[in-house]
Nanobody
Framework: VQLQESGPGLVKPSQTFSLTCTVS??????????WSWIRQPPGKGLEWMGV???????YYSPSLKSRTVISRDTSKNQFSLQLRSVTPEDTAVYYC??????????WGQGTQVTVSS
């Protein structure tokens, strides 16, 4: 299984950005896998953001729930992250991964998102 993130590298404060994870070698609808977004701000640890399951159900980190939407396009075998009202504190390397908050196995290489005016 391979995952690849794509999206904008630079976002202005207060804007919304979206990232897409393209999955190959496995279907995002295969029971009972889940697909997560995880980020790592500079100098900090990993932060799990949310997950979309094989059946399309979603669950978000409580700290980000109000600003985050995870969706999917099964025809393209992709899932996406939308983060609203961003601030410089949202600057991070963003990863997509197979799994949930307690266990992941395959990860994308990560994509840098910088929030700056």
């Amino acid at each position: 299984v391979q995952l690849q993130e794509s999206g904008p590298g630079l976002v202005k404060p207060s804007q919304t950005f979206s990232l897409t994870c393209t999955v190959s070698g496995g279907s995002i609808t295969t029971s009972y896998y889940s697909w997560s977004w995880i980020r790592q701000p500079p100098g900090k640890g990993l932060e799990w953001m949310g997950v979309i399951a094989y059946d399309g159900s979603t669950y978000y980190s409580p700290s980000l729930k109000s600003r985050t939407v995870i969706s999917r396009d099964t025809s393209k075998n992709q899932f996406s992250l939308q983060l609203r009202s961003v601030t410089p504190e949202d600057t991070a390397v963003y990863y997509c991964a197979r799994g949930s908050s307690w266990s992941t196995d395959y990860w994308g290489q990560g994509t840098q998102v910088t929030v700056s005016s």
